[in-house]
Each structure stands twice: as structure tokens, then as C-alpha cells.
């Protein structure tokens, strides 16, 4: 799943890059993010339209044996490997945590990074759909056997959102929020021995300052009233074949507070470009990137009717 990196879309100072985020920052052409707002894929749940092979473990394991850490992004990635569909939460964790730190060059020192994540819980035989969550819609979907020990045991909730969270503080950000994105709607679920997830995190990252407390813009009278940490708002139905989207009630107020007006927001998942048409339609520059070509090319015609350009075409 290698990216050749190619030459970005571009309308205005605003663009959609078709490549995978682990490439984004050397695609950036110099420029300095001044938010980092993004939801990436979820473990172990959607395809997203990209091939995994289902070997890299077992190539891994070759290599280096099974008590072996997990290997590098760049790896696991150029074996055949997709985000979110790593044989082990662990490695989920990891390549995350990799990716979102190889972004850090291209934000601005009082820069923040928000990520919106949910959990999964744990099947040895995981349902894995490309347009729906586990267990969940009627699309055609794959089952494959998930390594069990230790924690990862079935019905067990996993807690990837505090695992991913713990991973970041540990690489060196700085954890300023713990926000639940609570969903008044959700869908009905199958099973009769737990309650349904109706609930997201969304974590505000900020970066350390050597010898000194994090600084790092914010504008309190943008978020919601009140300023809470729990922000209801129903999940709204994705576009351009994509599942699921963020909207402008709940991002819009984490783009005014986190980022100065004519500031770059940058989205390293960007799915339909959701991020990037609100940073613009905030009077904000929106840079996204996707790896599937119909979201990056969706994505990219949205960006543009937002600023009232021609599309461009998707290369």
C-alpha cells in the first residue's frame, strides 16, 4: 500500500492529497499545520474500500518470532498491511501513534491535535465489513480469525481509545481533554447482554514545551455553550460511499477554538473531506488526506464546491 506521492489536488491554498497520512508531511510543501483534527480508521471494524492481506502476520512471525513488538508502519504497510486492520490491537496502537507523531514537524509549536476515536470489542472471528460497523448492515462482509491471550478475549471491550491515549502521553504529547461525543441515536444491536455504545472519545493533544508549561492557541468563547466535556450529537449519515462523517456541529467549534481565523487545519484521514470543507467554510485553510481514490476525488469536489471553484480532476 506503498504511496508514490503524487502531486496534490489543489483549489486555492486549500487541497486534497490522495496519498496514505504516513506520507502526508512530506507532501506538505513547507506548510505548518496550526490544527491537526481527524478520525481515523477504527480497529478492526471497515475495509474502506483498500485490500489487506491477511498474511502480514505470519510473515511478521517469521521475521521475528511471535513474542516480537510490533513492526514499524512503513513495514507492516509495504507487506500488504491497512490501518485499522492489523491482526492485533497492539499493533493498531502503534502504527497510530507512529503516524500521528511523523505529523508533528508540520504543526505549529502552540499547535493542537484533536482525534476522534470509539473502541471495538473483541471476536476471534471478526466480521469485517467495507461499509458497515461490526456485526452491523447488510453489505457483504469478511470474517477473519483475530489472534486471542491476554486481554483480547471475546465479548472483552477493548479500551483502544484509553490505549491509544496512554500510547500518545507516553511518546511525549500532552493530553488536555477527554471529550465524550455522546450519540442521542443510535442503532439497535443483537445482543441481549450488555448496553449499546452510544459514545465516542475525542482527545485535544497538545505539545510539550521544553523547560516549560504547554502553550498553544485556544479560544474558549468558540466551543459550546457551557464548555463540558460530554458534546451530544447524533451521528449524520455519511456521503461519496463513505460510512460514517463528521459534521460542522461537532467540529466546527473544535476548528474556531483550536485554530486562528486564515489558519491551516490539516486532516490526515479526511475520508469525504468533511474536516476541510468546514475549516474552509470557517474561513479557515483545509488540507486533507485520503488514500481511496473515489473518497480523495469526493472529497476533493466537495472542497471545491465549498469554495465556489471548478473541481479538479482526480488523479
Not at 226 to 238: C, E, F, K, N, Q
Amino acid at each position: 500500500m506503498s504511496s508514490s506521492g503524487p502531486e496534490p489536488e489543489t483549489v486555492g491554498d486549500s487541497r486534497i492529497i490522495k496519498c496514505d497520512a504516513y506520507d502526508l508531511g512530506s507532501q506538505l510543501r513547507g506548510a505548518r499545520a496550526d490544527l491537526v483534527l481527524t478520525s481515523p480508521p477504527y480497529w478492526g471494524l471497515r475495509t474502506y474500500g483498500l485490500e489487506h492481506d491477511a498474511a502480514v502476520l505470519k510473515r511478521w512471525r517469521a521475521i521475528a518470532g511471535p513474542e516480537e513488538g510490533p513492526p514499524s508502519y512503513a513495514w507492516y504497510r509495504d507487506n500488504g498491511g491497512v490501518l485499522g486492520l492489523e491482526p492485533y490491537p497492539e499493533w493498531y496502537v502503534a502504527h497510530l501513534v507512529e503516524i500521528l507523531n511523523g505529523l508533528q514537524p508540520a504543526l505549529d509549536e502552540e499547535g493542537s491535535m484533536w482525534v476522534n476515536l470509539g473502541d471495538t470489542y473483541f471476536a476471534r472471528w471478526a466480521s469485517i465489513r467495507n461499509g458497515g460497523r461490526q456485526g452491523l448492515g447488510g453489505a457483504e462482509r469478511s470474517r477473519r480469525r483475530t489472534p486471542a491471550g491476554g486481554f483480547r478475549h471475546d465479548k472483552q471491550l477493548l479500551m483502544i481509545p484509553a490505549r491509544f491515549a496512554i500510547a500518545m502521553q507516553e511518546a511525549g504529547w500532552i493530553l488536555r481533554n477527554d471529550v465524550i461525543w455522546a450519540k442521542p441515536h443510535v442503532a439497535p444491536r443483537p445482543e441481549r447482554d450488555r448496553l449499546r455504545l452510544s459514545h465516542e472519545h475525542f482527545f485535544h493533544f497538545v505539545q510539550r514545551r521544553p523547560g516549560g508549561r504547554p502553550r498553544y492557541y485556544y479560544d474558549l468563547e468558540e466551543v459550546e455553550d457551557g464548555a463540558l466535556d460530554v458534546i451530544r450529537s447524533s451521528v449524520r449519515a455519511g456521503s461519496g460511499g463513505h460510512s460514517a462523517t463528521f459534521h460542522e456541529e461537532l467540529i466546527g467549534p473544535r476548528i474556531r477554538s483550536c485554530s486562528p481565523p486564515s489558519g491551516i487545519v490539516l486532516d490526515p484521514f479526511c475520508g469525504t473531506g468533511s474536516t476541510v470543507v468546514t475549516a474552509v467554510r470557517n474561513g479557515r485553510i483545509g488540507i486533507g488526506a485520503e488514500l481511496n481514490p473515489e473518497f480523495a476525488a469526493h472529497a476533493a469536489a466537495r472542497l471545491a464546491g465549498a469554495l465556489g471553484s471548478e473541481a479538479p480532476a482526480a488523479a
